[in-house]
T-cell receptor, first 113, second 118 residues
Framework: GAGVSQSPRYKVAKRGQDVALRCDPI?????LFWYQQALGQGPEFLTYFQNEAQLDKSGLPSDRFFAERPEGSVSTLKIQRTQQEDSAVYLCASRSLGYTEAFFGQGTRLTVV | KQEVTQIPAALSVPEGENLVLNCSFT??????LQWFRQDPGKGLTSLLLIQSSQREQTSGRLNASLDKSSGRSTLYIAASQPGDSATYLCAAALGGIYSGAGSYQLTFGKGTKLSVIP
């Protein structure tokens, strides 16, 4: 596709519900990142994939957060038993290998009520 | 741990004015530095990428500079327009726990919210 696509754009979840957020990266981009952006803050790193391999998950805030990219393209970020503090915008970015420019999607705004 | 600071947090200028946004980072061993624009409720739009070996990059009315030794970058916007109103974020690229080629993560500042008044 022309850019990074994320769905849904908005998600309201009841506390304790599981959610799944989807990211379609730019075709051919090897690297994929997930970031979390709280209101009024800059994005914070969650996890990094190179193709289907999750090489860095040091930013995931708890074991309720899980990400996968089984075929090296589309990625899903899953949050189990959502809590109010999970409310944020979740951003996905992709780029080609090397020290190249990262391209971000529009984000998914998650609100836990 | 890399920390990125952006000053000022907010800036309001009249249309047509030239302005400078500042970004500082604590770890000078960066691969590159990227400036983004974020409109309300939207994702990030990449504006400029400066590799660690470069001193500046230009795109239209935008010019970004990088001084690794002092841990600073500036984004210069010439002849500002109301359409430039947005939050501007800088992000420094450092290697993550995986040291493979091209592997890095971005550490962001909190952004500068720019308002250009017509």
């Amino acid at each position: 596709g022309a850019g990074v696509s994320q769905s849904p754009r908005y998600k309201v979840a009841k506390r304790g519900q599981d959610v799944a957020l989807r990211c379609d990266p730019i075709s051919g981009h090897v690297s994929l990142f997930w970031y979390q952006q709280a209101l009024g803050q800059g994005p914070e790193f969650l996890t990094y994939f190179q193709n289907e391999a999750q090489l860095d998950k040091s930013g995931l805030p708890s074991d309720r957060f899980f990400a996968e990219r089984p075929e090296g393209s589309v990625s899903t970020l899953k949050i189990q038993r959502t809590q109010q503090e999970d409310s944020a915008v979740y951003l996905c970015a992709s780029r080609s290998l090397g020290y190249t420019e990262a391209f971000f999607g529009q984000g998914t705004r998650l609100t836990v009520v | 741990k890399q920390e990125v600071t952006q000053i000022p947090a907010a800036l309001s200028v009249p249309e047509g004015e030239n302005l400078v946004l500042n970004c500082s980072f604590t770890d000078s061993a960066i691969y590159n530095l990227q400036w983004f624009r974020q409109d309300p409720g939207k994702g990030l739009t990449s504006l400029l990428l400066i590799q660690s070996s470069q001193r500046e990059q230009t795109s239209g009315r935008l010019n970004a500079s990088l001084d690794k030794s002092s841990g600073r970058s500036t984004l210069y916007i010439a002849a500002s327009q109301p359409g430039d109103s947005a939050t501007y974020l800088c992000a420094a690229a450092l290697g993550g726990i995986y040291s493979g080629a091209g592997s890095y993560q971005l550490t962001f500042g909190k952004g500068t919210k720019l308002s250009v008044i017509p």
